[in-house]
């Protein structure tokens, strides 16, 4: 029961509607209503502004990180159950309770955990996908980038529990995308023009 809880609360904050709150609270703006529709931090960006964004940005990774580390607070073993946690707050910043399940594309909470539990390849993932960014203008292809070599880098750490984690996490970041991957295709996918 206590391993439940664990996930129901990761769950929950996950489900916590960054984008929303910001948007409303500050802007009295629901960005749902806007752009692509979407609660994410690259919406935000569009809809709402560079300091907007960024605030939503960050409150999305900390959901994932704070979930990761959750079985560290209450002292539980094993260490992938930090992974477990980070993959219902993911599910839950996809599917938010308290925004009628709508909500991001997965990168930003996926970074987060990430950020909780392998730090290193959390700020290769942040270099590799402002390099892909500086290269394509493509927020979304640059953040599949960074999915894909996640899950290389892992091949590579003899850490299965972590490699099958970030696999899921890559096939949610891919499959949270199929959309733009459309648009790409078509050439109708926006660029952003600040870098």
Known sequence: MFYALILVIAYLLGSIPSGLIIGKRFYGIDIREHG???LGGTNTFRTLGVKAGLIVTIMDILKGTVAALLPLF???EPKMFMLVAGIFAVIGHMYPLFA???GGKAVATSGGVLLGYDPLLF???LAVFFLGL???KYVSLSSMIAAIIAFTYTLFTGD?????????LAFFVIYRHRANIVRIKNKTEPKIKWL
């Open 160 to 168: 299965i529990p972590l490699m099958i984690v970030v696999g899921v």
């Open 74 to 76: 209450f002292s539980v």
């Open 123 to 125: 700020f290769i993932l």
């Open 36 to 38: 692509s529709g979407n």
């Open 134 to 136: 500086y290269v394509s």
């Open 100 to 102: 009628n399940f709508r």
